[in-house]
């Protein structure tokens, strides 16, 4: 289904949406963030050319952190158009609704 709004926590499943869409993962470093701050992970499409503070980081160390934090991804595969989509969200499990609607 074109659009279809899709969440999984499945390793390979991630790497791949992402490695298909030309992503990689990601960690945002900000001095203010608590540890463990959950917006410090991301699937970065943009490698980092306009956030220095985004930096690239090993799949490992991203599920290690992912797994810890009991995160989900919400995602996309493709937009209403049916072009390939690069939306795509690390949340929470009680942020999963949110993100569906943002």
């Known amino acids: 289904m ?3 709004i899709k969440t999984t926590t499945d390793h390979e499943e ?10 990689s993962p990601a960690r945002i470093y900000n001095p203010f963030n608590s540890p ?3 917006s410090e992970l991301r699937i970065d499409f943009l490698h980092e ?10 799949w490992e160390e991203f599920f290690d952190m992912f797994d810890r934090q009991r995160m989900v991804l919400v995602y ?8 390939v989509s690069r939306f795509g969200r690390i949340v929470k499990p009680e942020g999963v609704e949110q993100a569906l609607i943002e």
Do not use: M, P
């Open 2 to 4: 074109s659009g279809e």
């Open 14 to 23: 991630i790497q791949r949406w992402a490695t298909e869409r030309g992503g």
């Open 36 to 38: 463990g701050d959950t």
């Open 49 to 58: 050319k306009y956030n220095d503070d985004v930096r690239e980081v090993s």
């Open 76 to 83: 996309q595969t493709e937009t209403e158009g049916g072009k």
